[in-house]
């Protein structure tokens, strides 16, 4: 079974500019998380989108948005980018939306904005 | 908000065991989790942990969960090169909004 894929691996970026993500879950999987890493922060949480709907939703400004399709991919975008966004990308997928459901990670997205 | 700590870094010979601790502070966690990343991967679910357990093992990993002083510890056995990397401690209240430690680099010397 193939795992959780993401495109691109790597983007380059200006301030100002938009950016379109996109996550592919492992077949079967209806629920995917977002999770954006820097070494400030550490891991935090975006959202989770389950059957074409956000779930739940971390505490990032609404520069932040995402998206489920009915195939369950699913795609965040970030508008009028600053330099605070350059980080790892990560999405996760699971099976369900339940508690204690594995999440599955993919090997992120490395956006660097200048 | 939410809490999840841990140090940040640990280093130890190769065959020794290695002790990653993690400490909380969200008292509704239900299950607590133990991810590892190398370098340029993303993250590996290495095992977890439901609120009502205290221990469990899985081959080399022991995890210890102190509820009431909201602790969690991960000990690898005969611990290996390969098992370099970084460890987050992570806890959810449930459904998929989980809660990430900063992470603990492990660091092992042949």
């Known amino acids: 079974k193939a795992g959780v894929t993401q495109t691109p691996r790597y983007l380059i970026k200006t301030r100002g500019q938009q950016v379109t993500l996109s996550c592919s879950p492992i077949?079967?999987?209806?629920?995917v998380s977002w999770y954006q890493q820097t070494p400030g922060q550490g891991l935090q949480f975006l959202f989770e989108?389950?059957?074409?709907?956000?779930?739940n939703k971390g505490n990032f400004p609404g520069r932040f948005s995402g998206r489920q399709f009915s195939n369950s991919r699913s795609e965040m975008n970030v508008s009028t980018l600053e330099l605070g966004d350059s980080a790892l990308y990560l999405c996760?997928?699971?099976?369900?939306?339940?508690?204690?459901?594995?999440?599955?990670f993919g090997p992120g997205t490395r956006l660097l904005v200048l | 908000g939410e809490d999840v700590e841990q140090s940040l870094f640990l280093s130890v010979r190769e065959g020794d065991s290695s002790v990653i601790n993690c400490t909380y502070t969200?008292?509704?966690?239900?299950?607590l989790y133990w991810y590892k990343q190398e370098p340029g991967a993303g993250l590996q679910l290495l095992t977890y942990i439901f609120s009502n357990m205290d221990m469990k093992q899985d081959q080399r990993l022991t995890v210890l969960l102190n509820k009431k002083d909201k602790h969690l510890s991960l000990r690898i056995a005969d611990t290996q090169t390969g098992d370099s990397a970084i460890y987050f401690c992570a806890n959810s209240g449930g459904y998929q909004k989980v809660t990430f430690g900063t992470g603990t680099k492990l660091q092992v010397i042949p």
């Open positions: 996760a997928s699971t099976r369900t939306s339940g508690p204690g459901e594995t999440q599955y």
């Open positions: 969200d008292s509704s966690s239900t299950y």
């Open positions: 989108y389950f059957s074409e709907t956000q779930r």
């Open positions: 077949s079967g999987h209806r629920s």
